[in-house]
């Protein structure tokens, strides 16, 4: 009987000992370490490390806020998480507007319909004309190649719905007089050569 209870007291400590060894390889981690994966946003932080350290401190390039503040890095693991991450505009300042850095959203977003304005529901490309008309730069945030556009608008051979309605092509010269510029946001002036030849 005592051989057995001496069995189980070493099967115990052993794996208390096993188990303290995995705490302590986790709190080896360093703080961005242990938080790599979010419910929607993958952040790689060793990758962006890489690529920062030649402006300097890597950390400060997207966590601004530490500059003048924060020197302990305890302390910034115990802040709230929404201090914590990135901000948006500091994100898209590298990966949308300087476009130094790779612009596909599922990259870091794994299910990029979570990030999508509220507008674009389930038959938003059928009527999503307006917003384009009085909002190009909005679209241009996150549909930065311009083929997004035209590869659907300049298929005129596809079956795809028309941007016009039916027998749009004998009446679009008022509308073209009236605002090129209009037709400009979409068709480049050799849309219009294709059928107006200049005769002379």
């Known amino acids: ?32 370490e242990k938080r790599e994966a979010m419910e929607d946003l993958y952040f790689p932080h060793k990758a962006h490390m890489e690529a920062l350290k030649e402006r300097g401190d890597p950390c400060l390039s997207c966590h601004p806020f530490l500059k003048n503040t924060i020197t302990d890095t305890k302390t910034v693991d115990e802040l709230n998480v929404i201090l914590n991450e990135p901000l948006e505009a500091i994100c898209h300042s590298c990966h949308v507007d300087e476009l130094t850095a790779p612009s596909e959203c599922t990259l870091c977003h794994k299910r990029p319909e979570t990030i999508w304005p509220d507008n674009h529901n389930f038959d938003y490309t059928s009527n999503h004309g307006g917003d384009a008309i009085l909002g190009s730069s909005d679209c241009a945030r996150c549909h930065i190649s311009p083929s997004f556009c035209t590869d659907c608008h300049f298929s005129r051979d596809d079956s795809r719905a028309p941007v016009h309605g039916l027998g749009y092509g004998g009446g679009h010269g008022i509308d073209a007089r009236i605002s090129p510029g209009r037709c400009g946001k979409c068709h480049n002036m050799m849309f219009c050569s294709d059928c107006h030849r200049a005769v002379r």
């Open 1 to 32: 009987m005592r051989a057995l209870f001496l069995a189980a007291f070493v099967l115990l400590f052993l794996f208390h000992l096993e188990c303290f060894a995995g705490e302590a390889e986790a709190e080896k981690k360093k703080w961005w």
